[in-house]
T-cell receptor
Framework: DGGITQSPKYLFRKEGQNVTLSCEQN?????MYWYRQDPGQGLRLIYY???????QKGDIAEGYSVSREKKESFPLTVTSAQKNPTAFYLC???????????FGPGTRLTVL | AQKVTQAQTEISVVEKEDVTLDCVYE???????LFWYKQPPSGELVFLIR??????QNEISGRYSWNFQKSTSSFNFTITASQVVDSAVYFC??????????????FGKGTHLIIQP
């Protein structure tokens, strides 16, 4: 089945630790995105990538880093520089500019 | 700068009632896309519709309908004869058609729709 997978579903980390969230898609989409969602809030764009080896900062990139070494994969690292990392993280992909984005099931990160 | 406003934080109706979710947007782009997504309790966003800015025809899909009015910068979503399974958070979103990079979506804060049996 085609789609987007994110792992793990729930993640707990101690304050000060870096953590990497996985996102894989088998839709053959060029573009991939990372969003953050806080309770009662809409989604905010962290990073996006249009093609392999290229990515751009979104609205709230500080404290996060990404890589795009393969078309199918777009991992997000939440670094210790992110002041408030506890949130729900959603990965998405789209085929072309303006196309609908398909979302993964999300990873809920809790920093203790 | 782009902005999407969903003024209704939460709506509660009884099953079988019709309900309209409001969405107002701001953008300086002349061409753009508008979207509606549904987020059930599981958390995964489900795509409902995409509308481009030069197509103002209303659209109906089963019990769902969308009213796009460029003159008032609104893209409202109506559910007819609501059902309990429609309970979810609904997001309106905006994407520029910049011709450049694959920009992300600008989301509203969402409307939590509760359908009571």
């Amino acid at each position: 089945d085609g789609g987007i997978t994110q792992s793990p579903k729930y993640l707990f980390r101690k304050e000060g630790q870096n953590v990497t969230l996985s996102c894989e898609q088998n839709l053959n989409h060029d573009a991939m995105y990372w969003y953050r969602q806080d309770p009662g809030q809409g989604l905010r764009l962290i990073y996006y990538s249009q093609i392999v080896n290229d990515f751009q900062k979104g609205d709230i990139a500080e404290g996060y880093s990404v890589s795009r070494e393969k078309k199918e994969s777009f991992p997000l690292t939440v670094t210790s520089a992110q002041k408030n990392p506890t949130a729900f993280y959603l990965c998405a992909s789209s085929d072309r500019l303006g196309d609908e984005q398909f979302f993964g099931p999300g990873t809920r990160l809790t920093v203790l | 700068a782009q902005k999407v406003t969903q003024a209704q934080t939460e709506i509660s109706v009884v099953e079988k009632e019709d309900v309209t979710l409001d969405c107002v947007y701001e953008t300086r782009d002349t061409t753009y896309y508008l979207f509606w997504y549904k987020q059930p309790p599981s958390g995964e966003l489900v795509f409902l519709i995409r509308r481009n800015s030069f197509d103002e025809q209303n659209e109906i899909s089963g019990r769902y309908s969308w009213n796009f009015q460029k003159s008032t910068s609104s893209f409202n979503f109506t559910i007819t004869a609501s059902q309990v399974v429609d309970s979810a958070v609904y997001f309106c979103a905006l994407s520029p058609f910049s011709g450049g990079g694959a920009d992300g979506l600008t989301f509203g804060k969402g409307t939590h729709l509760i359908i009571q049996p």
